[in-house]
């Protein structure tokens, strides 16, 4: 394959989208710094908000009306490219239904009726409740909820006030187990951008990850160009997934067995001694009692657990013995599946230890950044009671803040009441399971102000409902970017708000002023709060408004090169055996448990990501639902044709606990197992004010009623719901 198909069948491109008709004549290109009443076109630098990935982006805008975006050279995110939900995200700002206007909830929580009032009377209603929850409670009765960069400023505000519970749902829904079992295996962090040489691995695992499906960009970009360039590909997966269609080897493992799978091929490598051993001899603490649990773990004991053939388990640990160091056993990203998720991911982190790819070519680089010091606040006040989210430290290794710790305390008052919720940019019905313990919290509440760009199903709870300008309509914190090579990129208005709405850092100081804590915010605008830190690392912001990103030299990133092998563990070593773990009452090295099986006749419910939405936060974007306007639940096909069902039928999924979702249509497919079905997340809004999105598709989150708590972090396993397939008369 050459590049171009090989990037095609990925479909990332710079392919365009536009809203407006796009001009045909040639265009004139012009830097500008403000578009208002521009004539002609305009390119402006800024990054994505679609996604996590912020990926520096060019908005192209004509006669002062946003037209199109597309990757910025300039970017390594990027690399001139975006994904087609990059792309798309002209629709957010398009979006007929965004909130126009600050509110205030006339009725009952979660009535959805509000009135309209102007900035300072939401704020000054806002403040009001503030300081009376601190009065009876401690400023720690206030908790945030926030994702993504544009929650900085209120993290600055709501640390000013005097709370510590600040929490995302990235830790405890997402990435926390994997991080938590790199950490105690390594010392580090996988961290995002993930710091995997996908570009140079010779051989990938990817254990669940379906890369191509989910489309954090210069990742998807890399695996292609691995593809291309002949790289073995090695997929588990209970689906066959985009992934899986470039794969050497795809092994349809039962779902929730992979610890199984991983012992085994650590067995295989350790017993045929596979593994690096001079790496291991270095840098390796406790490999002898690590060696010796391995032993019981042969790949036929694997055998019935996983369904996979042990000539199969050997020739892929073979596989992956060939190519090391430069083999990536890719480590995932949301991986809160089953409640033993850290374990799991400390086991991927001793497969890769085994296979001495850490800080190796082809495995895990060492990511670098800019020195970009943070603005010189006032110190924040310390908070007597400390965080609320894990109480007598339950959960050992957690080392973020756990969101559904602050909802258990929101509903049982313990260790201390949780009177007020500030909601930033995260949706909590589809990212939290059990919407109904949610909505426990809620009516506890004394306040909940909601940050949104449109009337999700969170802000339909809230008592103040504030409208945020869209990505392409505001500022937004400076992105000083851990990665293959320092830069440092900016998010800047390429187009006005079309109403009322304001930028998150705007709110975030008014708040603070309205508090007393003006002082916090010593800066007038944003852009002075750039200059002074910018000038602080000796770059220059005027260079960065006008190109959109800095980058700096490239360095050093692999111990090959010179970065010195250091592992921040107790040991200062790469834990085989976990002294931390055995201490703390776990096991030191990584036990299979059978996950438990559901009702005979149901599905286990697994879910994932589609190339062009992102959770539920693009269903309202015109552009995006062109492309994929519902999601489809994908049964196997034996078993469709078992139950009468065929492709494009409708069906309700029903849950072990009796919970029945949306209607949504069948994929019948040889695609996946027949133990498990499977949709993509984010659909199935019941916000009525979603207009456009309103009752599409089906959601996955109102069937998660039960999760399974990960004893060393407080992750949410959600994969743990079993669902039966009921026909929809229509
Ligand atoms: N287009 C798009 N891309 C995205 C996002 C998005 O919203 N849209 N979100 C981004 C974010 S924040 C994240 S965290 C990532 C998430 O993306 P990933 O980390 O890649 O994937 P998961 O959602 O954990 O996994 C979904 C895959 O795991 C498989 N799976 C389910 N159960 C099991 C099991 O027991 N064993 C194995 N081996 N596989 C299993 C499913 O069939 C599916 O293919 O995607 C990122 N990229
Ligand atoms: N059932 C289920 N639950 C999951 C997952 C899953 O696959 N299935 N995935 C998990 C993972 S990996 C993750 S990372 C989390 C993601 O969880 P979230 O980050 O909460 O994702 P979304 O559901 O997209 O909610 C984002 C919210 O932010 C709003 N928003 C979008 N842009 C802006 C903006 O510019 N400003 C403001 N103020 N608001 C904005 C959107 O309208 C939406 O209401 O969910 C986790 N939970
Ligand atoms: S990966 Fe796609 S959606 Fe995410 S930031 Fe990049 S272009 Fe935007
Ligand atoms: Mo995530």
Not at 574 to 592: T, W
């Amino acid at each position: 394959m050459n590049s171009v198909s090989r990037r095609k069948f990925l479909k990332i491109s710079g392919a365009t989208i536009g809203v407006a008709a796009a001009g045909t004549a040639l265009l004139k290109t012009t830097q500008a710094l403000s578009n208002k009443a521009a004539k002609g076109v305009q390119t402006i630098p800024t990054y994505c908000d679609i996604c996590f990935w912020k990926c520096g982006a060019i908005a192209y805008v004509n006669d002062g009306k946003l037209w199109k975006v597309e990757g910025n050279p300039l970017d390594p995110l990027s690399n001139g490219r975006l994904c087609p939900r990059g792309t798309g995200g002209v629709g957010a700002h398009y979006d007929p239904d965004r909130l126009k206007a600050p509110l205030i909830r006339k009725k009952n929580r979660g009535e959805e009726q509000w009135v309209e009032v102007t900035w300072d009377e939401a704020m000054t209603y806002i403040a009001e409740k503030m300081q009376k929850i601190k009065s009876q409670y401690g400023p720690e009765g206030v908790a945030l909820f926030s994702h993504g960069i544009g929650g900085n400023f209120f993290k600055h505000t709501m640390k000013a006030f005097g709370t510590p519970n600040i929490s995302a749902p990235s830790f405890a829904q997402c990435r926390g187990p994997r991080d938590v079992g790199f950490r105690l295996t390594f010392g580090e962090d996988v961290s995002s951008p993930e710091r995997t040489d996908i570009k140079n691995a010779q051989c990938l695992v990817l254990i669940g990850s379906h890369l191509g499906e989910n489309m954090h960009n210069s990742q998807v970009q890399e695996f292609a160009d691995a593809v291309g360039d002949g790289s073995t590909v090695i997929v588990v997966d209970p689906r066959y997934s985009v992934a899986a269609s470039k794969a050497k080897y795809y092994l349809p493992i039962k779902p929730g067995t992979d610890l199984a799978l991983l012992l085994a091929w650590m067995n295989v490598i350790v017993s045929e001694g596979l593994y690096d051993k001079e790496y291991v001899q270095n840098y390796g603490f406790g490999f002898e009692q690590f060696a010796a649990t391995l032993q019981q773990y042969t790949p036929e004991w694997a055998y019935p657990e996983t369904g996979i053939d042990p000539d199969v388990i050997r020739q892929t640990a073979r596989e992956m013995e060939r190519y090391k160091p430069a083999t990536l056993v890719h480590p995932g990203r949301h991986v809160t599946w089953y409640g033993d998720d850290a374990q799991r991911s400390r086991a991927i982190a001793l497969l890769n230890a085994l296979l001495g790819s850490w800080g190796r070519k082809g495995g895990f680089y060492t990511p670098v950044s800019m020195d970009v010091p943070a603005y010189p606040y006032p110190e924040y006040p310390k908070s007597e009671k400390g965080k609320v989210d894990n109480p007598d430290h339950k959960y050992p290794f957690a080392h973020e803040t756990i969101t559904n710790g602050i909802r258990e305390a929101t509903i049982t008052g313990k260790p201390y009441p949780i009177k007020g919720w500030f909601v930033y940019a995260t949706n909590l019905m589809h990212a939290l399971p059990n919407e109904n313990e949610t909505i426990k919290a809620i009516q506890n509440l004394d306040l909940m102000v909601v940050i949104d760009v449109i009337p999700s199903e969170i802000a339909g709870w809230a008592d103040v409902v504030l409208p945020e300008s869209v990505y392409l309509e505001r500022f937004d914190d400076l992105n000083v970017e851990w990665f293959r090579e320092p830069f440092v990129g900016l998010r800047q208005p390429v187009v006005d708000s079309p109403d009322d709405q304001k930028p998150n850092w705007w709110m975030a100081k008014k708040l603070a002023e309205k508090l007393g804590l003006g002082h916090y915010y010593p800066w007038k605008h944003i852009e002075e709060y750039y200059e002074h830190r910018l000038s602080a690392a000796g770059l220059s912001y005027k260079e960065l408004k006008k190109n959109g990103i800095i980058r700096g030299a490239k360095q050093p990133i692999y111990f090959d090169e010179g970065v010195p092998a250091e592992f921040p563990t107790p040991s200062g070593k790469i834990e085989f055996y976990s002294l931390q773990l055995q201490e703390a009452g776990f096991d030191p090295v990584p036990k299979y448990k059978r996950p438990t099986s559901g009702p005979p006749g149901s599905f286990r419910l697994l879910y994932g990501r589609a190339p062009v939405h992102s959770f539920s936060r693009t269903q309202s974007n015109h552009i995006l639902m062109d492309m994929m306007n519902e999601n489809e639940v994908w049964v196997n096909a034996e078993i469709a044709a078992r139950l009468g069902l065929k492709s494009g039928d409708y069906v309700r999924l029903k849950n072990q606990d009796g919970v029945v979702c949306n209607k949504v249509k069948v994929k019948a497919t040889e695609r996946i197992r027949p133990d498990c079905v499977y949709m993509v997340h984010g659909f199935g809004h019941n916000s009525r004010m979603l207009k456009f999105a309103y009752m599409k598709g089906a959601s996955d989150a109102q069937l998660l009623t039960r999760y399974e708590v990960d004893p060393l972090m407080g992750g949410t396993g959600m994969n743990m719901n079993f669902v039966t397939i009921e026909s929809e008369v229509a």
